[in-house]
């Protein structure tokens, strides 16, 4: 999985750290919805059913495959 230096800094938070790469991946793969921002980059979100079916929110850069933020997304409604 590619991702930017942003995101590595980042995964370190305790609040990111729990977040498992095969769950970014499904999130990639598998999105439930998906925006594109002013900016190019792609927010996709999907529902992981091991975290009490929480939202995660992936944010990827405009190739569509570098991950440059993951978080569960509070806000979300489905």
Known sequence: MKS?????????RPD???IK????QYVID???????????????W???E???GRYLRVILLADGET???AFFDRGHKP
């Open 21 to 24: 790469d095969g769950w970014i």
């Open 4 to 12: 930017t230096n942003y995101f590595e800094s980042i995964r370190s």
């Open 50 to 52: 091991d975290m009490e």
């Open 67 to 69: 991950v440059h933020n």
């Open 46 to 48: 999907a529902r992981i």
């Open 30 to 44: 598998r999105p439930e919805r998906e925006h594109i921002q002013a900016d190019g980059r792609i927010r996709r």
């Open 16 to 18: 990111r750290a729990m």
